[in-house]
């Protein structure tokens, strides 16, 4: 690779950078800065940062889909999941009485976003948020999330996650649709 | 250490009793003693430099306990640790899903031929074998992994060798493309935790083939680019050529992989000697060098892209539709029988290697990890000697060297 | 290069002395080991890798591996005469076996293309014969690994040129990787602690800790 001129080579890379510099005045694809935070890059819909639970309806103490199974708190890596089990059961969306959590707590210092949790949830009742724009001024106040903190409306899903959304509702409804039709007797 | 270490009793067991350490232990084998003409005059004194954990350069915390003579390196150990995180002990104590996403960030730049490293030594041990469509999504994420490696990798040599940072953001605007890539399909730009056991954890994303193709085309244009910046540029060529000069035998006795070992001269790529994945269906050249120095490293590298664009180009177009994961696969309670395995791959970095021992229970009984900066990092005094302070900076970012796989 | 029982045979032809024996590996898919004994093994080395057909001059993986001393229970039915009439009785033994350390190194061959080749040392036992021979002369790539493997399990390995600890301080003290290590007690201030963490910051600091 060397230039008959001694110079050649570099002069080839400043007439390179050149065209870079000038062309990102009138090329669009040349300039790639986005002018963070007055413009922001479209949100991707598999984003995740960290973990929420997703209530169906207005209450999410009665809609809350977890039903305290602890596979969530057994399978999550870094075991950042707390859960403890309520002796007091609340009926599903399909009727049947289920467990409840009583305490769910998330920590997010040690929360590393794997997705293993919502992966393994039998129920679609974790799921990953997108919001990245977390920074606060108290230092550790906001590092544990509690059962309140968490709980958030299918709606929001739907927001955030549109077509994974559309999917668990169908299926979860289609699993209501079968519970109605073939009614099994409720446990005492 | 922090004020809060505080000794303990030891555990119980024989251990810490009776183990001598060796002799000197704790202390670097060497004695710094000044330099004196023949006559007993001292001539000079060679001067001890710790090129610290925290340097601009050392790519990570990496300290290298450099003797110098003026300024040429008399003698060059390097310490590392600074970033142990017991990766080994962890595997041990967790599920073999669980550690998938502690492979990740193993080395961080390319989590997901980490992940396909792990995966693949799993489904050895367990007898999964993943479908059509999985083995090209794997090859697919594979190979952009190693075209962003690789310019990241040329991005960071220019800049340690003082170009200061046009080489390292053109390099980058090109990996943005992928990272947005690796974003629409896993969810994480770099954590990717996107291979399971048996296959991919999840479907490409409709119009991710079109985005990929896109970015995969107007990939060979941007190297043009680059090269034309770089390749003949007199400086590059003046710092580069010569420089840290890396024989054949003793790179084949140091166990070195990966680029480097191929900058030697030495045709060793395990996508091709153990054609491990479909790798056997796609036509690519390997490049071999032929002096062993800086210059042959950074040349490989872009020649390597290029090849991997070939790859690429062919799997995009041939990529059949197909479920996604072994049906003999297990989420949970995944437990395979006993027995050790050693599964390796050709990452952007060398050989990675997994041996796991398994005896029957949901964690591993043995998790080790064969990283392969740890061991192209044993040549680095061999290749430094001789050479001035700035040339071991260009000489160790040649080396390709990550710390979250040097030390784990 | 043959199957590993005609490479052992090679072995046992050409170092004399050496005591080599093929591991068994419970996994279909992979391959059985030589374990050779220490005396030997630097031998049996040299000739693995300067061997023409063999040529295992890439030595891939360094591991160290702790097995601990195992007891199992025997039962075996004993006849034994008891107030005069003769009964089998069922008696249980503990079968003791002593733990060791292991050192498994997995050979290829650049030139040849084949392999691997997996080869295993055993310490005597865990405790104060923790050593084996270092392979560092025969395989330069093997300096590191070893001294990792020093660091972490506390194999001694004679011979090697530079023996001291790599990836923990210098001045550690325990073998982090054995199965029997216990953890120091060095706890330091954690604004979420939970689980066994809450433990330890209850016992260190007893007026935080709220659940």
């Known amino acids: 690779m060397s230039a008959p001129l001694l110079g050649q080579g570099i002069f080839k890379g400043l007439a390179e950078t050149a065209r870079n510099f000038f062309g990102s005045y009138v090329k669009k694809d040349r300039l790639i800065t986005v002018q963070y935070p007055e413009e922001r890059l479209p949100q991707t819909e598999a984003a995740r940062s960290f973990p929420v639970l997703v209530y169906d309806g207005d209450d999410w103490q009665k809609g809350l889909r977890c039903v305290a199974c602890l596979i969530c708190e057994k399978e999550c890596p870094p075991q950042c999941i707390y859960i403890v089990k309520d002796t007091v059961r609340k009926p599903d969306a399909a009727g049947k009485l289920q467990f409840q959590p009583r305490v769910f707590d998330i920590d997010i210092s040690v929360c590393m976003s794997c997705q293993i949790c919502v992966e393994v949830c039998p129920f679609d009742a974790i799921k990953m948020d997108v919001q990245y724009e977390l920074s606060t001024g108290d230092r550790f106040g906001t590092l544990l999330l509690r059962k309140q903190q968490l709980a958030k409306p299918n709606q929001y899903y739907h927001q955030i996650h549109p077509t994974e959304a559309a999917e668990v509702d169908a299926h979860l409804s289609a699993d209501k649709a079968k519970a109605k039709a073939a009614p099994t007797p409720k446990p005492a | ?408 | 290069m043959g199957t590993l029982d005609e490479i052992k045979a090679r072995l046992e032809a050409a170092v004399p002395g050496a005591s080599i024996e093929i591991v068994p590996n419970a996994n279909p898919d992979s391959r059985p080991s030589l374990l050779v004994d220490n005396p030997h093994a630097l031998a049996v080395a040299r000739f693995l890798r300067d061997d023409p057909s063999l040529r295992f001059e890439y030595a891939s993986n360094v591991t160290g591996v702790d097995w601990l001393d195992t007891v199992s229970q025997e039962k075996r039915n004993v006849k034994q005469v008891i107030d005069g009439v003769e009964r089998e009785i069922e008696q249980t033994t503990e079968l003791k076996k002593p733990g060791y350390l292991e050192v498994v190194y997995h050979l290829y061959s650049m030139e040849l293309k084949h392999g691997p080749v997996v080869l295993r040392l055993r310490t005597g036992n865990r405790t104060d014969n923790a050593r084996v021979p270092s392979l560092t002369p025969v395989w330069r790539g093997a300096e590191f690994q070893e001294r990792e493997v020093y660091d972490l399990y506390g194999i001694i390995f004679d011979g090697h040129p530079d023996l001291r600890r790599i990836l923990m301080w210098d001045e550690f003290k325990d073998f982090p990787m054995r199965k029997d290590y216990v953890e120091p007690d060095d706890y330091e201030y954690e604004p979420t602690p939970h689980d066994d963490v809450l433990e330890k910051a209850r016992r260190h600091y007893p007026v935080e800790g709220k659940s």
Request: glycine share 10%.
């Open chain 2, 1 to 408: 250490m922090t004020q809060a270490y505080v000794e303990t009793p030891r555990s119980e067991g024989a251990s810490a009793q009776g183990i001598p350490a060796p002799e000197g232990a704790g202390a670097p084998n060497y004695t710094v003693t000044p330099k004196r003409a023949p006559d007993g005059t001292l001539q000079g004194d060679l001067l001890e430099v710790s090129m610290g954990p925290q340097h601009p350069s050392t790519h990570g915390v990496f300290r290298m306990d450099v003797v110098l003579d003026g300024e040429r390196v008399m003698k060059l150990k390097p310490v590392f640790g600074y970033l142990h995180r017991n990766h080994e002990k962890i595997g041990e104590n967790t599920t073999y899903l669980g550690s998938m996403p502690y492979t990740d960030r193993l080395d961080y730049f390319c989590s997901l031929t980490n992940n396909w490293a792990y995966a693949l030594t799993v489904e050895k041990l367990a007898g999964l074998q993943p479908p059509e469509r999985a083995e090209y999504i794997r090859v697919i994420t594979a190979e952009l992994t190693r075209l962003q490696n690789h310019v990241s990798l040329v991005g960071f040599l220019l800049q340690d060798m003082g170009a200061m940072g046009t080489p390292l953001m053109y390099a980058f605007r090109e990996r943005e493309r992928i990272l947005d890539l690796f974003e629409s399909l896993t969810g994480a730009r770099m954590m990717c935790n996107y291979m399971r056991f048996g296959g991919c954890r999840c479907d490409l994303p409709p119009g991710w083939l079109e985005q990929a193709q896109q970015a995969v085309n107007e990939f060979p244009r941007f190297l043009d680019e680059f090269e034309a910046l770089l390749s003949g540029n007199e400086i590059l060529l003046a710092r580069t050529q010569g420089v840290g000069v890396l024989p054949r035998e003793l790179a084949v006795n140091a166990s070195i992989t990966g680029p480097m070992l191929r900058a030697s001269g030495v045709n060793y790529d395990i996508r091709k000697v153990d054609q491990y994945g479909i790798y056997d269906r796609f036509k690519f050249r390997v490049p071999l060098g032929d002096h062993g120095d800086v210059y042959d490293r950074y040349m490989i590298r872009i020649l390597e892209m290029r090849e991997s664009v070939g790859i690429l180009q062919a799997a995009l177009r041939d990529i059949p539709a197909g479920p996604i994961v072994d049906p003999k696969a297990k989420l949970r309670g995944f437990r395979p029988k006993p027995g050790e395995v050693y599964g390796r791959i050709e990452s952007p970095k060398g050989e990675l290697g997994f041996y796991i021992i398994s005896n029957g229970s949901p964690n591993p009984y043995r998790y080790r990890v064969r990283p392969p900066s740890f061991i192209n990092l044993t040549i680095l005094e061999d290749i430094c000697l001789g050479h001035h302070v700035a040339d071991v900076v260009i000489i160790l970012g040649s080396v390709d060297i990550v710390m979250g796989e040097v030390d784990r």
